[in-house]
Each structure stands twice: as structure tokens, then as C-alpha cells.
């Protein structure tokens, strides 16, 4: 049976498939058959396993399998190592996976395999089981392959997550100086806020920076007059009485607690609103997924709450 050439996370290679009996027509007949699914070449999974996946998952998948090919010569890299770390993929492409030479020497990319040719100026850590590029340089390297957005967007969650400082992302950049993409690395992590606990965050606060809005303070603290921590504020506009709140689904899926429903978790939101309100006086404009798509008008929201007067 396929179980038996299958390792424990349902990746099945093809050379240990053939070696254990198993023809080419067998394994296209199984992958017609729906027991397993083709990554690329070479490298199969079960889909059992595939189908239950998220699309980062998926990818860490056919990473594995990829890693099992090439040997202990490669180890993740760009985006394939800060998706193993954690990160958000956001806009990230994941149909391939990136890999480094840590003996420097490249091979030409292949099947669903980007192979980075400079000579790796770090040290290899593992995470998942699986070899990868610094937090620092995992970050930094894939802030030099994607969009501005997406890419400050991962550097906000490698330093909110304090896997790796703004001298650490720095010092990464310094090592890169001269890969493809590696111009403008400063001015992006220069960018980049730990404040930010979301992508949504993350966009929110670009929004009003191209917007030519005040540059918002992350992660505002609300306490209460003995000085305990009441809340902690998407972005703030202390000067102009203003905080502004995204709210994505994820914000009440992450901050829901045991046993209570997206419902009590709102009421529970909207509760901790009036109380801020009470609290500081200020105002709150609220922000979702959709309206970071319209820049303008997001940005003409918050300049008319800014002159209402304070709550």
C-alpha cells in the first residue's frame, strides 16, 4: 500500500515509491484515483492529507518534500522560511518554494523551486523540524521579493512576534546589500511598526501615511485612573482625540474567549468601546477589510472624525 512509502505528514517521494515496487502508470493511476495528489515533480502527497490544509500549510508541505530531494546542502529561504516561522501571507505567493545553497553553490530553479544563487550570510535555524534562514534574514529576504504592503506587513509580525529587532532586520539588510531586491530594504523596515498586530493593522496605518494623514502611535494604552491597563488601541491620534480600530474577523476569532460566542464577544468589544470612551474621550472610528481597498475616502473618514468634537 502507498501508507507504507508515505512519511509521517503523508508525503510520498517517487523514487522511494519505485524503490518499493511501485510503477509511474501505478502512481498516476493513484494520483487519478484521488489517494494522492502531485506537488511537482518527484514528490506526491496523500490528499487526505493535502485536503485538509490552509494554503500555508500547503506549502509547508511541498516544502518538506522538496527538502527531502535536495538533502542537507539547502535550507528554506524568502517567503518558504517566514511562512515556516509563522508569518502572514498575505498577497505572498506560495506555488514555489525558495531555497538557499550553504555551500553557495545555486542550481537552476525547477518544478515549483526558486534556488537564491547569492551565498548565504547567516546562520540556519530549525523550526517545524525544518532548516531555515534566520528570523531576521527570513524576514528581510522576503520583504525584498514582494510588494510594499505585503512585504511591511511581514516585517511588522517578525518585530510585534520579537522574533528579530529593528537592528536585527537592519543588520540583515546590510548582509543582502546586492542580492535582487535588496534596494530599498532600508527604507522598508524603516516602515515597519511591531505595533501592528494584524495585517489589517498594517494596512490601516499605510493607508493614512500615503494619505498624507498623521503618523498614528500602534498599540495605544488605555489605563484606568489608578493606572491599571484597560485597552490597547489599533492606532491613536492622541492629539486630535482620535483612536481608530480595525476590525477584521479575525480580531474577534483571535480575541474570543473560551466558550463564548462571536456575539458576546462583540457585545464584550462594544463594551470595552464605551468604557475607552469614558475613560479618555476620545473618539473611535472603526475600519474594515473592505475599506483599505478605497484609500481616498478611508483617509476622508478619519480627517472628518479628527475635527468632530471629542466624545
Known amino acids: 500500500m502507498i501508507e507504507d512509502v508515505s512519511d509521517t505528514h ?11 515496487g511501485f510503477t509511474d502508470q ?17 514528490v ?12 500555508p500549510a500547503r506549502h509547508l508541505l511541498l516544502a518538506r518534500g522538496v527538502l527531502r530531494l535536495y538533502g542537507h546542502d539547502v535550507a528554506l529561504s524568502h517567503q518558504s522560511a517566514a ?14 518554494v525558495h531555497l538557499v545553497n550553504l555551500r553557495g553553490v545555486g542550481e537552476r530553479n525547477g518544478a515549483r523551486v526558486v534556488h537564491h544563487r547569492g551565498r548565504y550570510p547567516g546562520a540556519v535555524e530549525r523550526i517545524r523540524g525544518l532548516p531555515v534562514t534566520s528570523p531576521a534574514m527570513s524576514a528581510a529576504q522576503t520583504a525584498m521579493t514582494l510588494p510594499r504592503d505585503p512585504a511591511i506587513a511581514v516585517l511588522d509580525w517578525f518585530l510585534h512576534s520579537k522574533l528579530a529587532s529593528r537592528t536585527d532586520l537592519l543588520s540583515a539588510a546590510d548582509a543582502l546589500i546586492g542580492w535582487p531586491g535588496s534596494l530599498g530594504l532600508h527604507h522598508r523596515i524603516q ?47 492622541p492629539e486630535h482625540r482620535l483612536l481608530i480600530e480595525f476590525d477584521g474577523e479575525g480580531k474577534y476569532l483571535r480575541d474570543r474567549r473560551p466558550g463564548e460566542t462571536i456575539e458576546q464577544c462583540v457585545m464584550r468589544e462594544k463594551q470595552r468601546e464605551n468604557l475607552i470612551r469614558r475613560l479618555t474621550g476620545f473618539n473611535i472610528v472603526r475600519i474594515v477589510w473592505s475599506q483599505l481597498d478605497h484609500p481616498i475616502a478611508t483617509a476622508a473618514m478619519i480627517r472628518a472624525a479628527m475635527l468632530e468634537p471629542a466624545a
Open 10 to 20: 503523508g508525503i510520498v517521494l517517487r523514487r522511494e515509491a519505485v524503490a518499493a
Open 26 to 42: 501505478a502512481l498516476r493511476r493513484l494520483v487519478t484515483d484521488g489517494v494522492l495528489v502531485r506537488l511537482r515533480q518527484g
Open 44 to 55: 506526491y502527497a496523500q490528499r487526505e492529507v493535502w485536503a485538509n490544509l490552509s494554503d
Open 83 to 96: 511562512t515556516a516561522w509563522g508569518a502572514p501571507t498575505w498577497q505572498v505567493p506560495l506555488a514555489s
Open 191 to 237: 516602515l515597519a511598526d511591531g505595533g501592528s498586530e494584524s495585517v489589517g493593522e498594517t494596512r490601516a496605518r499605510l493607508v493614512m501615511r500615503d494619505e498624507r494623514l498623521p503618523v498614528p502611535e500602534t498599540a495605544y494604552e488605555i489605563r484606568s485612573p489608578d493606572g491599571r491597563l484597560v485597552a490597547v488601541a489599533d492606532l491613536a491620534l
